[in-house]
């Protein structure tokens, strides 16, 4: 059994993070939902490393890292 491994990791600064909701409403996986006013991470290996979150985001709290994938490792 191959055990999967995530892709893409994000980093959500909440220091700079407003609570705009911007990153979830561009993400097409519904990776990020709102908790307390900020964004967070829900549901990271559906994350297919698109950087919608990292590019619309007006305070540059979120970072989309490349990860290894099944076959590099």
Not at 31 to 42: C, S
């Amino acid at each position: 059994m191959a055990i999967k491994t995530r892709k893409f990791s994000i980093d959500v600064n909440e220091q700079w993070c407003k609570g705009c909701e911007i990153c979830v409403a561009f993400c097409p996986k519904n990776v990020l939902a709102m908790e307390n006013g900020k964004a967070i991470v829900v549901r990271a290996d559906d994350c297919t490393g698109c950087q919608f979150c990292e590019i619309y985001c007006p305070d540059f709290a979120i970072t989309v890292h490349p990860g290894k994938d099944e076959n590099n490792e």
